[in-house]
């Protein structure tokens, strides 16, 4: 399973950095997903990270204040939270990639509807204060 880490209480309009890491196997080959879940919704996809690193997709709700990154030499992927705001409240979860991976986009439609990721851990709370 992947660790998450980096959560906690801030104000709205802070920042966070999360991290996902393993200390089972490496990373570099595996794409991997930024996911959240809010008290009572269902989980929902927030970024997605191709094993490079060159290729990212971010949700509408996070586009412009969330960046993804990765460290393959750190086995780290961050995912950088700026401009937070309350509604970003949620466990968030880093999880792998392990479906096909035909093109970016196709990529993309199976990270939004949270397709073929697993290794899922037990997540990091972000709450976001008013």
């Known amino acids: 399973q992947l660790q998450a880490s980096g959560g906690g209480l801030v104000q709205a309009g802070g920042s966070l950095r999360l991290s996902c890491t393993t200390s089972?196997?490496?990373?570099?080959?595996?794409?991997i997903g930024w996911f959240r879940q809010a008290p009572g919704k269902e989980r929902e996809a927030v970024s997605c990270?191709?094993?490079?690193?060159?290729?990212?997709y971010y949700s509408d709700s996070v586009k412009g204040r969330f960046t993804v990154s990765r460290d393959n030499t750190e086995n780290t992927v961050y995912l950088q939270m700026d401009s937070l705001k309350p509604e970003d409240t949620a466990v968030y979860y880093c999880?792998?990639?392990?479906?096909?991976?035909?093109?970016?986009?196709?990529?993309?439609?199976?990270?939004?509807?949270?397709?073929?990721?697993?290794?899922w851990g037990q997540g990091t709370l972000v709450t976001v204060s008013s």
């Open positions: 089972r196997f490496a990373l570099d080959i595996y794409a």
């Open positions: 990270i191709n094993s490079s690193g060159g290729s990212t």
């Open positions: 999880a792998l990639y392990m479906g096909a991976y035909y093109s970016d986009s196709y990529y993309y439609a199976r990270c939004r509807t949270i397709v073929d990721f697993a290794s």
